[in-house]
């Protein structure tokens, strides 16, 4: 069954630096990656994602991320970080077919002014 | 509907009581997925409906739950004899047939067992 790790549960960047949140993910085939934030007290929303192609993705708020399938990992980056970015980020892998979308644990992101 | 739409909103109940949570998905979206966080925690998936194949349902964590989904319309997840630790937010998803589509989420149910 497919899983994903998101080692770290907090990073913290001060604002203008680059972030970088990091997944790694296990599938038997190949994977469909996903990226999404969740701001307090509202849902999740999508940022970017993997089908395949061009390994570097780009996505909403200035966000992207690197497919790396010999090191399966789905990093996301943003060159500058916004205070505004502070959210908790969860990287999720589907495997094609019929399978379901599965979460890692998520990861605190706290940009500092 | 113009996204996912889940009801209640809130929900609080007696420890012991039946709970049955609504999901209305996307219109036209075949996959439908529930998760459940609990407060500062990950998504734990629960279970995973697609068009009209056998649920996904290797994410339920005890047989007090269960879910039901009408063609790939409307789905409800129910929680009989409810338990404290069953207090989370449940969220529900939809995505479209092919499976490279990303998965839109309602605001979930807020339930709390006291």
């Known amino acids: 069954a497919q899983s994903v790790a998101q080692p770290e549960d907090q990073v913290n960047v001060a604002e203008g630096n680059p972030l970088t949140v990091k997944c790694t993910y296990s599938v038997s085939g190949n994977p469909y990656l996903f990226w999404y934030v969740q701001y307090p007290n509202r849902g999740l929303q999508f940022l970017l994602k993997y089908i395949t192609g061009d390994n570097l993705v780009k996505g909403s708020y200035g966000f992207e991320a690197e497919f790396n399938k010999s090191q399966t990992s789905f990093h996301l980056k943003k060159p500058s970080a916004l205070v505004s970015d502070s959210a908790l980020y969860f990287c999720a892998v589907r495997e094609r077919g019929n399978t379901p979308l599965v979460f890692g644990k998520g990861t605190r992101l706290s940009v500092i002014a | 509907g113009a996204g996912v739409s889940q009801s209640p909103s809130n929900k609080v109940t007696e420890k012991g009581k039946d709970v049955e949570l609504r999901c209305d998905p996307i219109s036209g979206h075949t996959a439908l997925y529930w998760y459940r966080q609990r407060l500062g925690q990950g998504l734990e998936f629960l279970i995973y409906f697609q068009g009209n194949s056998a649920p996904d349902k290797s994410g339920l964590p005890s047989d007090r739950f269960s879910a039901e989904r009408t063609g790939e319309s409307v789905s409800t997840l129910t929680i009989q004899r409810t338990q404290q630790e069953d207090s989370a937010v449940y969220l529900c998803?939809?995505?479209?047939?092919?499976?490279?589509?990303?998965?839109?989420f309602g605001q979930g149910t807020r339930l709390t067992v006291v």
């Open positions: 998803a939809s995505s479209g047939r092919t499976g490279t589509g990303e998965a839109f």
